[in-house]
């Protein structure tokens, strides 16, 4: 192996050992690492550019924006109060029904973009019922993996591998993904009750105070609400019909924060930026920059031929082997740059072989969108949601979201491994 890939593996496994660590912000970590990278010779400065998903941070900016403005009206209390009520104040019932409905908006939005719009609402009930929030922070979390794993354009990964593969459209990704999302996410609903049932406590008065709150007065500016519904509506139909424009989701994103903003007024722009996650968006800078080291000098590539290799050109093994090594690289790396290069590598094993590479594009999406609940820096939902959760006053370490992710994303890619098998081998 040559200097420059031992230094990249060093740099990131160091910085990485530290994140878990938690005695330095992983922000700072991360660009402390990206900044190694650049100034060794691991990565020219114009490369790292390359490296940054800005269609990731544009859509995380543009939704910060649009959600947090939304939130100033007062409707994301009036949303948690509404739920709250409708489950009788009952903390086990609302955090069922937070799941599910987030679950359903990442199939048919995207996971980060649910995931924005329901953390305040998470956090709206918690502190009415005195209750912890990481028990509710954490199940939307897996729910929007969960979600956004059914469809073409619920998770990066699957809109990646849906442009790479134009016989893999729309329905084809409802047909083959979505049953297995529903029956992990039926799974996993029970799980969340068993696993916090001692903090999904509240006293009656409490949840008789809930059933007692009028929902009237709740929306403090109608004005802006309004506006905010019509740009989130837009926002939202835009996402639904990018493809057809030939627009990235970022464009999306920022056009709809943007024009809120025009039609709001300087007063609302000047608190909307304030309100953005910036540790969060540089966390991801240097977290891009960081595995593109591992890229440039072709680590991530020679794990991936190496693992492919082993299977002999069996097509069963090969996506047993894409479905785990997919799950496992994507809980401890981000899973954009990984699905980026395992892509155009299973694209070449049809000349290796394999004859139908159907199954292998089907393991690769279950693997990377799955995988992504195993830590707290395995997909971008999670750590919107803890960054989110941290200036709420409840930070989510490391260690605490892997006690929990970890076991619940092994059981996932189990069931989805006995899935492939059965559909695609046996049946």
């Known amino acids: 192996m040559e200097q420059q890939a031992i230094w990249a593996i060093g740099i990131f496994l160091l910085t990485y050992a530290l994140i878990i660590s938690e005695k330095i912000h992983r922000t700072l970590l991360a660009m402390v690492g990206a900044v190694l990278m650049i100034t060794l010779g691991i990565v020219d400065q114009e490369s790292a550019i390359h490296h940054i998903d800005f269609n990731t941070l544009g859509l995380l900016i543009g939704m910060m924006i649009i959600v947090n403005t939304t939130a100033e009206t007062g409707l994301f209390k009036y949303i948690g109060i509404w739920t709250a009520r409708k489950a009788k104040g009952n903390p086990v019932t609302i955090l069922w029904l937070l799941a599910l409905i987030t679950a359903i908006g990442s199939a048919f939005l995207d996971n980060v973009t649910t995931i924005i719009l329901m953390v305040p609402v998470a956090f709206s009930i918690t502190r009415q019922l005195k209750v912890k929030a990481f028990p509710y922070v954490f ?14 354009i619920g998770d990066p990964p699957n809109i990646m591998i849906g442009s790479a593969v134009k016989e893999l459209t729309f329905i084809a990704f409802l047909q083959n993904l979505a049953p297995i999302a529903i029956l992990i996410m039926a799974v996993m609903l029970p799980l969340f009750i ?4 001692k903090s999904l406590k509240t006293s009656p008065e409490l949840q008789k105070s809930i059933m007692n709150i009028r929902l009237n007065g709740l929306i403090t500016d109608q004005k802006l609400l309004v506006k905010c519904l019509v740009i989130l509506g837009l926002t939202l139909l835009g996402f639904f019909m990018h493809q ?19 039609i709001t007024g300087e007063h609302v722009m000047e608190r909307a930026f304030h309100t953005v996650e910036w540790p969060t968006i540089f966390f991801f800078i240097g977290l ?3 595995v593109g080291g ?6 991530i590539k020679r794990l991936a031929e190496w693992a492919i290799h082993l299977t002999g050109g069996d097509a069963l093994l090969t996506s047993m082997l894409i479905l785990w090594l997919s799950a496992i690289a994507s809980a401890f790396l981000d899973n954009i740059p990984f699905v980026a290069t395992m892509i155009p590598m299973i694209q070449d094993m049809g000349s290796m072989g394999i004859a139908n590479l159907e199954p292998l594009w089907w393991s690769l999406a279950l693997g990377a969108c799955l995988g992504g609940n195993g830590t707290l ?7 919107i949601a803890a960054g989110m959760s941290a200036k709420e006053g409840e930070p989510v370490s490391f260690m605490k979201y892997l006690k929990y992710g970890f076991p619940l994303m092994i059981l996932s890619v189990a069931l989805a491994a006995a899935y ?3 559909r695609y081998f046996l049946i």
């Open 294 to 299: 591992l890229i440039d000098t072709g680590t």
């Open 244 to 262: 057809t424009f030939h627009l990235e989701s970022a464009t999306v994103a920022l056009a709809g924060a943007f024009l809120l903003l025009l």
């Open 139 to 152: 199940s939307l979390v897996i729910a929007s993996n969960i979600g956004g794993t059914a469809t073409l």
């Open 194 to 197: 068993l696993l916090f049932r």
């Open 288 to 290: 891009f920059v960081l």
């Open 377 to 383: 820096i395995g997909a971008s939902a999670n750590l």
């Open 420 to 422: 492939v098998l059965i």
